[in-house]
Nanobody
Framework: QVQLVESGGGLVQPGGSLRLSCAAS????????MGWYRQAPGKQRELVAT???????NYADSVKGRFTISRDNAENTVWVQMNSLKPEDTAVYYC?????????WGQGTQVTVSS
């Protein structure tokens, strides 16, 4: 059974930082591209950042320079370090694993940026 379990969300003030984690099980993690997506109320789910199995990264323009995605294939875990958070970063953040025609999602973790 494939599981992607996100953690690390919460309430943070503008300018603060959070680190989200996604622990994967039931997949051969090292062959999957991993990603973080987010969905704000009333909006479509959007890309935050992705990292290929070889470690190449891609970021949404809105988070470039503030967010950093990383992975550890030995720990079957992907993270996103989020710095200089803004109220517009408020959303449910989802972990994604993708390989060929396989596509898995976690349940999401809420991030709220507010004073």
């Amino acid at each position: 059974q494939v599981q992607l379990v996100e953690s690390g969300g919460g309430l943070v003030q503008p300018g603060g930082s959070l680190r989200l984690s996604c622990a994967a099980s039931g997949i051969r993690f090292s062959v999957y591209a991993m990603g973080w997506y987010r969905q704000a109320p009333g909006k479509q789910r959007e890309l935050v950042a992705t990292i290929t199995r070889l470690g190449s990264t891609n970021y949404a323009d809105s988070v470039k320079g503030r967010f950093t995605i990383s992975r550890d294939n030995a720990e079957n875990t992907v993270w996103v370090q989020m710095n200089s958070l803004k109220p517009e970063d408020t959303a449910v953040y989802y972990c994604n694993a993708r390989s060929m025609n396989l596509d898995y999602w976690g349940q999401g973790t809420q991030v709220t940026v507010s004073s």
